[in-house]
């Protein structure tokens, strides 16, 4: 089974530029995560998505960062203007099902940013 | 809010020396702990869910236990092939009828060196 992929691995760019992020989760599964995380911390997640709409944004920086889903796959995470304090990994997650059982999340790769 | 908090910070034991890894967790109601593994430059690697309090899984040479306020991840005869950062994140049960899994919030990890 394919897992999650992630594109690009590693991204610089200067403050102030745009950047974009994609993400392939595996194959039927539901819920799709954004997390972000900051060298030597724990993952802290952006967006939860079930099929394509969203459940939880409430830690997305919405005056910078957007996301979506299209068509209930892959998506998609944009930060327009990055600042310095975005350099990151961020990293694309899928879970198998819906509903409310417990479900493990897979992640991919990551992308790791670093703003100038 | 939930919180996860993970001890030590860092860890070094040599090849077959045993210990254990803290994640003390503050949830409104649990509704599963992950661990995870990370190793450098990827995402995190799932290893264990538990659900409820007395709870153990085993793989390999880890273990998991969970209690009412805390896990931990026993490491027996550590190899240094398990050098990597352990991730701990807590599943909380919500009143909002919300599809799809619910958001994993991670702890800051433990980073384990097993020197030869």
């Known amino acids: 089974e394919a897992g999650v992929a992630q594109s690009p691995r590693y991204k610089i760019i200067e403050k102030r530029q745009s950047v974009a992020f994609w993400c392939n989760p595996i194959s039927g599964h539901a819920t799709l995560y954004w997390y972000q995380q900051i060298l030597g911390q724990g993952p802290k997640l952006l967006i939860q998505f079930q099929n394509n709409g969203v459940v939880d944004d409430s830690q997305l920086p919405k005056d910078r960062f957007s996301a979506e889903r299209l068509k209930g796959v892959d998506s998609t995470l944009k930060i327009q203007p990055a600042k310095l304090e975005d350099s990151a990994v961020y990293l694309c997650?899928?879970?198998?099902?819906?509903?409310?059982?417990?479900?493990?999340?897979?992640f991919g790769q990551g992308t790791r940013l670093t703003v100038v | 809010e939930d919180q996860v908090t993970q001890s030590p910070e860092a860890l070094r034991l040599q090849e077959g020396e045993s210990s254990s890894l803290n994640c003390s967790y503050t949830v409104s109601g649990l509704r599963g702990l992950f661990w995870y593994r990370q190793d450098p430059g990827k995402g995190p690697e799932f290893l264990f869910t538990l659900y409820s309090a007395g709870e153990e899984k085993e793989k390999e040479r880890l273990k998991a236990t969970l209690t009412k306020k805390e896990s931990f991840l026993h490491i027996t005869a550590p190899k240094p092939e398990d050098s990597a950062t352990y991730l701990c994140?807590?599943?909380?049960?919500?009143?909002?009828?919300?599809?799809?899994?619910?958001?994993?919030?991670f702890g800051q990890g433990t980073r384990l060196t097993i020197n030869p």
């Open positions: 994140a807590v599943q909380a049960v919500t009143r909002r009828i919300v599809q799809g899994a619910q958001k994993l919030v």
């Open positions: 997650a899928s879970s198998p099902r819906g509903g409310r059982e417990n479900t493990e999340a897979f």
